[in-house]
């Protein structure tokens, strides 16, 4: 046994039992794996119970550092020595085609000799497999349907070795079948499909990902040591900066975030303004917004105009200042915008969007509930007045129309929210 703080010596390394498989009988160069697929893939996909990853179970979920890789190792690992054709490696990959290079790399100069060995200890076997199936158009092998989890691992070695064109058509049948378990909410997948989407230029499922992440919280991908790294996978360079193989996560996703943070931000002040503009309006408003008729008393009507107004105004701000804004997470008073980053995109439209202004008038002068329904018969119109909201006539339609109004803005906001154009990063 080699003493702490020494190097292990070759008795010291536990042997892997080996298996041999074989591709071309003519081949002349075996590849070597490292093949431990049975155990539980490292972005296994996990739910709360509400369908939302927080930050804490995304980094749970995502943290993988090299003394974790190494415990998930265990005795169901396996070498796996598989002889494939080097024509066939290097015609169909520009990476395995300079490796083979005699006057390139080592293996180059030994298949020069009749015969090579390239280890790939960090390369999926399972995922690999496939791709040497249809390098070697042994079309018969390669499934007819694949999961998350292996397509995931064939779009980073497509990309890693170039293999994209003669895998694209496989990845094309496999869609049809994997389109059925995009997500619909913000989990980790998502990201995973960021980047088979990427890989195999699906804009649909690009753009339907890159939407979710939009209506997600800020930090949504998580907030990570830089000392912990992700198995790099393959998104558009403009989005997280550079190519992404085995470099710190938390760089890898600040890139992208940036993106997606600049599409939050301005949803969440378009939608906060919905409200804050409204208060502002009663608030710096000298005469009356209110403009119904109580009575034939001058003075009166403007009083009760101004009380109108002060309940608008006292109802808008309570909602903004409420304590309990989704379901039993705290806020301080006025303080819902300013600490939307714990809330994602869509609970704030969500919120906004249940706001109830409430108006004297509701009690004073009856709104005409039917004045809209198709089957009821025209109203007759009193004097129009206008207000800041328009011109209506009497009574006026409930909460003098800003809820309906908040309600419309609210939509096209949430409308506006479309995701990315994969052709945008091409």
Not at 273 to 279: A, F
Not at 389 to 406: C, D, Q, R, T
Request: aromatic letters at 8%; proline letters at 7%; charged letters at 20%.
């Amino acid at each position: 046994m080699a003493s702490k703080g020494n190097p292990q010596t070759k008795s010291d390394v536990k042997k892997l039992p080996v298996e041999s498989l074989t591709i071309d009988p003519d081949g002349d160069l075996v590849l070597i794996f490292t093949d431990d697929s049975q155990n539980k893939c490292w972005w296994t996909l996990e739910k709360t119970e509400f369908g939302l990853i927080n930050q804490s179970h995304f980094e749970k979920i995502f943290s993988v550092s090299a003394k974790n890789k190494a415990k998930s190792r265990d005795a169901r690992a396996r070498e796996v020595r598989i002889l494939v054709s080097s024509k066939c490696m290097s015609m169909a990959s520009p990476v395995f085609k300079a490796m083979l290079n005699r006057d390139n790399f080592r293996e180059g100069h030994d298949l020069s000799k009749g015969k090579a060995e390239v280890p790939l200890p960090e390369d999926n076997f399972p995922a690999f497999k496939i791709l040497l199936d249809i390098i070697h158009y042994r079309g018969r092998e390669v499934p007819k349907a694949v999961d998350i989890d292996i397509i995931t691992h064939i779009a980073i070695l497509a990309d890693k070795y170039q293999l994209i064109q003669p895998v694209q058509p496989f990845a094309d049948l496999w869609l049809v079948e994997l389109r059925k378990s995009l997500p619909t909410f913000f989990t980790p997948n998502v990201v995973l499909w960021l980047s088979i989407s990427w890989v195999f230029k699906f804009p649909i499922e690009f753009k339907q990902m890159t939407q979710i992440m939009q209506k997600g919280r800020d930090g949504c991908l998580g907030s990570h040591d830089p000392g912990d790294t992700l198995e790099g996978l393959p998104v558009p360079s403009r989005l997280f900066g550079k190519s992404v193989y085995n470099i710190p996560l938390y760089s890898y996703t600040h890139k992208f975030q940036v993106i997606l943070e600049e599409h939050r931000e301005k949803t969440v002040s378009e939608a906060s303004s919905v409200v804050t503009t409204l208060i502002e309006k009663y608030l710096k408003s000298v005469q009356p917004i209110c403009s119904s008729t109580f009575s034939g008393n001058s003075h009166i009507n403007r009083e009760k105009q101004h009380a109108c107004d002060c309940l608008m105004l006292g109802s808008l701000q309570n909602r903004v200042a409420t304590q309990s804004v989704f379901g039993n997470a705290y806020f301080k008073p006025i303080d819902v915008f300013t600490r939307a980053a714990s809330c994602s995109v869509e609970e704030i439209l969500t919120y906004v969007r249940g706001t109830h202004p409430m108006a004297l008038c509701d009690n004073f002068v009856p709104a005409n509930p039917t004045a809209k329904l198709p089957s009821a018969p025209a109203p007759v119109l009193a004097p129009t007045r206008t207000s800041v909201f328009g011109a209506y006539p009497l009574p006026p339609p409930f909460s003098h129309g800003v809820k309906e109004s908040i309600i419309e803005q609210i939509d096209a906001i949430e409308a506006r929210i479309v995701g990315l154009n994969l052709e945008d990063f091409q």
